[in-house]
């Protein structure tokens, strides 16, 4: 068997797909990511935040401020080790919040 053959015999996986079966239970009385000085990601020329959260829950605001969407985050700590000035506060939800992941 050929290796074109055996490529397409596998299905397509796109990691949208994945994302988009994940549970999102957000705590809205408290964020568990905050940007700690808002001046540093002004002053950021880089902004890895944006360019290295899978979910894409950073984005550039007028002026080069960062807000994050912090309900969509699924946790995977990126943002806290990718900042090189360490501007991300970042913990793990409250009991029952955050995201739910699911075997099989």
């Known amino acids: 068997m050929s290796e074109t053959a055996k490529k397409h015999d596998l299905p397509e996986v796109y990691i949208d797909d994945i994302l988009m079966s994940l549970k999102y239970f957000p705590d809205e009385h408290e964020a568990h990511l905050k940007i700690i000085d808002p001046q540093v990601c002004v002053n950021c020329k880089e902004k890895p935040c944006i360019q290295f959260c899978p979910v894409g829950a ?38 029952g919040f955050g995201v739910s992941y699911k075997f099989g």
Do not use: H
């Open 58 to 95: 950073y984005r550039t605001q007028d002026g080069g401020t960062v807000q994050i969407a912090f309900q969509s985050c699924i946790e995977c700590g990126t943002c806290r080790v990718m900042c090189p000035p360490n501007n991300v506060s970042w913990k793990l939800p409250r009991g």
